[in-house]
């Protein structure tokens, strides 16, 4: 089958992009709560931000009237405030790492 691979570390990537890997089954992610919308007074500057399995994906840089602007530390994007969510773990979005990742390369100009 095309893209198949044996080797480990290709194969853990792509699990990882896929939100797929082994251990990250429903009882760890209910562990995290069931998420609700965040409310305003919780994004704030300085606030940490999850993706949806409670990896730890952004910083909140600034609040503005017209979205909420994240850092990663290497680039920023802005984010509507109605995004967000709150778990147990804190601030979210509802999406994984590596689709956040690519989110932000977009926004940025990385191809």
Avoid: C, W
Avoid at 35 to 57: C, H, M, Q, S
């Amino acid at each position: 089958m095309p893209g198949n691979t044996t080797d480990p570390m290709t194969q853990y990537q792509t699990q990882r992009a896929m939100d797929n890997l082994p251990g990250q089954d429903a009882k760890a992610k209910a562990d995290l709560g069931s998420p609700r919308p965040a409310k305003l007074a919780e994004l704030a500057a300085g606030a940490l931000v999850n993706d949806k399995t409670g990896i730890l994906i952004a910083k909140i840089d600034k609040v503005d009237s017209d979205g909420v602007v994240v850092s990663t530390g290497a680039a920023k994007v802005k984010i509507p405030a109605d995004a967000f969510g709150h778990n147990k773990a804190g601030l979210l979005l509802d999406m994984t790492k590596a689709q956040f990742d690519q989110i932000v390369a977009k926004a940025n100009g990385a191809s």
